[in-house]
């Protein structure tokens, strides 16, 4: 494979993770919208919230299957296009109906996209022979920062979700789906290896060796999924914020996470994995706490900041901790992995809505708090093998803990 495809494989995946970060930040952070617009009360809120991750976890499981038998970037270049136009259907709905379909359609094509997605980010990395990872992530983090402002400036002047959504499905939508064209993947071992097993066998993958990456990923995403469903209106009601500021939250994480997944590779190489993934959750852990004791908007949002710092790391990290473990099934592993993305936000956006009706939101921010602490115990998984970078410990066409 050529420098060129590969260059330009990377730059079209990136604007790939940068349309969905848009698409995925304008949806959650118009949540109070959202509600609003359908009359969806506090208590049918969360099955709403719930309804996503859990269809987007079925999702996942279909393209676990589907890539046994057609490239990841088949699946990658239908499934985003369907992401946006579910987007488009949450702002043109009126009854409550259309919008469980669409948040429907959106979460069965979201689980599709994510987990083709990071196959495929997987799969260049090996090809590069270093970490990449972050960068696609990186670029995410870019794209939910463009939307969180978009839907800032919504709701600064007042604009219907039809309109603030319209015009980004109509750039974005042609945008990726030409930008596909260029989609190109590295090859996994048992490709390349005369004699390999079939490409993506499900049983070359030991779930009992996953499975401490799969309880990273679930609580790192129990972490985020939070911020994405609660932050605006924990800061809304809460913290008694306009809705205007309250879109602000959201935007902060983003940056955040830009400014770490930026850095990351550099703490990588000099601290190694373990260290890094273990310092995110003790940050991550007290940014939950700075939250849950905020007397106002603002000290609020500095918890968040804390919160973007310590867990941006973490999930690029862990997908390509997966790849690294099992290379010649990384597509398996990595569409099982992503399950756990869902789980996590199955988990902890009605577990906060349920404990903040209960009992309160700010004891409800105790709990992601305690799970994203427990991910210290299962730091250690990421260093089963070097994970460092220059110095010696670069390995060609090995896929890079990043």
Known sequence: ?????????????????????????????????????????????????????IL?????????????????RVVLRWAQPLVLLALLGVGAGSE?????????????SVGALDASMNMMGVSLQRAYGRSIMLGFHAAYSLGGIAGASMAWAGAHWDLSLLVSYLPVVVVLLPGAFIGSRWY????????????????????????????????????????????SNWSAKYLQDVLGSSEQLSTVPYNVYMVTTLLGRAVGDLGVRRFGAVAVVRSGSVLAAAGFGVVAVAGGAWVGMLGFTMLGLGLCVIVPQTFAAAG???????????????????????????????????????GAMLVPMVLVLAMLVYAKSFGAEPARYGGGHERPRTVDVG
């Open 96 to 108: 409550v109906w259309e919008a469980a379909l669409a948040l429907g359609v959106f979460g069965l």
């Open 184 to 227: 190109v993947e590295g090859k996994q071992e048992d490709e390349e290896e005369p004699g390999g097993a079939a490409r993506g066998k499900a049983g070359s993958v030991s779930f009992k060796l996953l499975m401490p990456l799969c309880l990273v990923m679930c609580f790192a995403y129990i972490g985020d999924s939070t911020v």
């Open 56 to 72: 987007a976890g079925v999702g996942s499981v279909v393209t676990e299957k589907v890539v046994a038998r057609v490239r990841p």
């Open 324 to 362: 690294r473990l099992f290379p010649g099934a990384s597509d398996t592993a990595i569409a099982r992995l992503n399950i756990f993305n869902y789980v996590g936000f199955l988990v902890g956006s009605p577990l906060v809505g349920a404990l903040g009706d209960a009992w309160s939101y700010r």
């Open 1 to 53: 494979m050529t420098d060129a495809r590969l260059r330009h494989g990377r730059a079209s995946l990136a604007l790939s993770f940068f349309v969905q970060g848009v698409t995925f930040a304008l949806l959650v952070t118009r949540i109070p919208a959202i509600q609003d617009r359908y009359g969806i009360s506090d208590g049918l809120l969360p099955v709403f919230l719930a309804a996503v991750p």
